[in-house]
């Protein structure tokens, strides 16, 4: 499992930063888990915010701060980085969620309490500590999703099965990385259903009359 779609390069500095809200944080390091490239970006942001924060020392000469930044490298170039991967000795669960996802939705797939949304839709929402929504779906295959768009930014990894949309084809291990004016309509592969999960930091935004009737009932 390759991700393709990546978190978005402002995503990466936020997270480095620490200036995410805990449920964004949540899907970063749902993603970071299996993506070896992403892991890479956070290390580069992480290794120009420490030598950013050492030029700014008031105490620090040009020196110093030359030498934090070039050992702020070579420790990010040793760091190794963890496994892309679970050790083959330890077998995988695929009944598993997530780590980072279990304080939300607990710990097993088989034990997701779903909610029925529409035909071939199903949702699970939840709170986190700082008021953010988390949102799982687990839509059918084949199904095509309402056209919505996003009040606020949010970010979607993709746990199981695949869909479509203008951006591409997004499979699971790749991220959504979506700003406030993304207007999409996914629409599920053949084959299983597709399981996602998204930290929005504003409500959806879907059009129409499927808006009149869920957003009010479903308090998405
Ligand atoms: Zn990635």
Redesign the pocket.
């Known amino acids: 499992m390759t ?1 393709r ?3 978005d390069p402002a995503t990466v500095v936020s997270h480095a930063a620490g200036a995410l809200s805990p449920e964004m944080s949540a899907i970063v390091a749902t ?2 888990a ?6 890479r ?1 956070v290390a580069r942001a992480d290794g120009i915010g420490g030598a950013l924060l050492g030029q700014q020392q008031p105490q620090a000469t040009p020196r110093h701060s030359l030498l934090r930044a070039a050992m702020l490298e070579r420790l990010e170039a040793a760091a190794p980085l963890p496994p892309a991967h679970a050790p083959p000795d330890a077998p995988i669960d695929p009944d598993r969620l997530p780590t980072p996802l279990q304080p939300y939705f607990g710990t097993s797939y088989r034990a997701l309490k779903w909610r029925w949304m529409g035909p071939g839709m199903h949702f699970i929402r939840t709170v986190g500590p700082t008021g953010g929504t988390m949102l799982m779906l687990r839509i059918a295959p084949g199904k095509r999703m309402p056209v919505h768009g996003h009040q606020g930014s949010e970010l979607t990894q993709i746990l199981r099965g695949a869909y479509d949309d203008d951006l591409g084809h997004f499979a699971a291990g ?2 959504a990385d979506l700003d406030a004016e993304t207007e999409h309509q996914p629409v599920t592969s053949a084959g299983s259903s597709c399981i996602c999960v998204s930290a929005l930091d504003a409500p959806l935004r879907f059009p129409g009359w499927l808006a009149r009737t869920l957003q009010p009932a479903f308090g998405i």
Request: glycine share 6%; net charge negative.
């Open positions: 991700p779609h990546h978190l993603h970071l299996g993506c070896v490239e992403c892991r970006a790749d991220v």
